[in-house]
């Protein structure tokens, strides 16, 4: 056989040169061509340009106020006010998502219980017991809407990056105290269409993200899984909807895989906890063998920003995401999240949201997101050139026009005053429907039914946008980290 191998081995080494080409050739040819005094050019134009799209898409707001250090005196009451209305946003309403709550009475009881808890700290609970109370019956709450058992558990978090991260981060301690003799990372299995904040956590946590294929309906393709499952697997995670499509996996499926596999299971439900646990169709159970769930009050359960829900099927497996110093000098020091000391007027506010709204209340909104998510899909494939990604049923639409581009759409969009997502890979827009948006819903459909009769012509250099075409062009993603890198930067230098 060695024989046999080593006689064609020059074949073999081709046809594995020529399948890597094929696969790779366009970053290979890129490569080479960025190489070239040429290519180094346009690649540098291009860099300018975006730059140049940045800083305009940044800068186009001036204030009349500016502050680069400390006053010596302190400002006074007139003065802070006019400061504050200058900076504060002209919020428009036709936005993808961002925004849910539209009850300005929920708002004003919300900020008064906002101001009597927004120096309190649920690090020190013998100072603060009421706080620890509150976020015990957040969980509870919550929990209960995802059918957790009486010896389940969970935290309040920052936000549904924050909550992923302690899950991963409990997953990879799980599967280290059980495979202490292996040294190669740990993998997690999920699909491309999974929350960025699963990739932050794996970066930060030196996990290794292993990509499970999307079926033709865009969720996850249960065969692929099959095949991906390992010895090394740590976590299988789900999305209930995901981000980018407002598309359902099929968590029943994937639970009983994982629960073959004797493998931990984690559902991203986010963007759409608060929607499709209200609906007999779409809900989901700690019972469907799932281990943890996260899910965000501070989208559709309309709380103030900053306020995530981890929940675990059992509080032992809790332990995990716990830090623990027990040998600093300034004492024992432990926290359940990442952040030490944390605000409490985030779980104030979050337990406040939950009784003034109420089940009925969250069930009749559920409802009509659902069913205005439906009818907005069905309409909009009825329109020439367009096309919805998937079947979504739950808060999310995605959908690319045929004939013309994505840039040309995001523009003609918002000249009509629409402040909506782009997406990429493929490239397409997405609208999140809300409580804040849904009355205009009917007015996006009219205009993106005039839309072919009156496209703008692309200018590729006009606005953001142009970064996105960018990105799809551009091979080397390094040079598209690089832009971003570069916007970040700038947020912090206006």
């Not at 996996?249 to 994937?254: C, G, M, T």
């Not at 009509?368 to 998937?390: H, M, P, Q």
């Not at 739950?394 to 690319?400: L, R, T, Y």
Request: net charge positive; glycine share 6%; aromatic share 12%.
């Amino acid at each position: 056989m060695l024989s046999g191998f080593y006689k064609h081995k020059w074949k073999l080494l081709l046809l594995f040169i020529l399948f890597n080409f094929k696969k790779h050739y366009k970053y290979i040819l890129f490569y080479i061509y960025s190489k070239t005094k040429r290519g180094q050019s346009m690649i540098e134009d291009k860099k300018e340009k975006a730059k140049q799209i940045i800083k305009k898409d940044l800068f186009r707001t001036t204030f009349v106020h500016n502050f680069d250090k400390i006053p010596w005196y302190g400002i006074d009451n007139e003065k802070m006010d006019r400061i504050l209305t200058d900076r504060k946003n002209k919020v428009n309403s036709r936005i993808s998502g961002c925004l849910y709550t539209c009850d300005l009475g929920l708002e004003y009881k919300i900020n008064k219980i906002n101001n009597k808890f927004l120096y309190s700290n649920p690090l020190h609970p013998d100072i603060y017991p009421g706080l620890i109370k509150m976020e015990s019956e957040v969980i509870k709450m919550v929990g209960q809407l995802f059918d957790m058992p009486g010896e389940g558990g969970g935290n309040i978090t920052t936000g549904g990056t924050e909550s992923t991260i302690l899950a991963l981060k409990a997953y990879k301690k799980m599967y280290k105290n059980k495979n202490w003799f292996k040294i190669f990372k740990p993998e997690v299995l999920c699909t491309r269409t999974v929350h960025a904040a699963v990739n932050k956590a794996c970066e930060l946590l030196d996990l290794k993200i292993v990509y499970v294929k999307l079926d033709e309906n865009y969720i996850m393709d249960l065969n692929d899984l099959y095949w991906k499952i390992s010895p090394r697997t740590c976590v299988i995670i789900g999305s209930a909807p995901c981000f980018p499509y407002g598309l359902m996996d099929p968590i029943k499926e994937i639970g009983e895989l994982a629960k073959q596999y004797n493998v931990p299971f984690h559902v991203d439900s986010c963007l759409g906890g608060f929607i499709i646990q209200y609906d007999v169709h779409l809900r989901i159970s700690f019972n469907d063998n799932i281990q943890s769930i996260s899910v965000d009050p501070h989208k559709y359960g309309l709380a103030p920003k900053g306020s995530s829900v981890l929940l675990w099927k059992d509080r032992s497996m809790k332990k995990y995401q716990y830090f623990i110093a027990d040998d600093w000098t300034g004492g024992l020091y432990a926290s359940v999240s990442l952040p030490g000391s944390r605000v409490g007027s985030q779980i104030a506010t979050t337990w406040a949201t939950l009784l003034y709204n109420g089940n009925a209340n969250y069930k009749a909104m559920s409802r009509e997101i659902k069913n205005k998510t439906i009818s907005f899909a069905e309409e909009l494939r009825d329109i020439e050139y367009f096309d919805v990604i998937g079947w979504p049923n739950v808060n999310v639409v995605a959908f690319i026009n045929n004939k013309y581009s994505v840039g040309q759409l995001s523009k003609y969009l918002k000249r009509q005053n629409w402040n909506i997502n782009i997406l990429q890979n493929p490239l397409c827009l997405h609208i999140c429907i809300t409580p804040k948006n849904i009355k205009y819903i009917d007015m996006l459909l009219s205009a993106l039914k005039k839309f072919n009769e009156e496209p703008i012509n692309e200018n590729k250099d006009e606005d953001i946008t142009a970064i996105y075409g960018m990105a799809a062009e551009i091979p080397d993603k390094t040079i598209i980290k690089s832009l971003v890198t570069y916007y970040l930067d700038m947020t912090t230098n206006i």
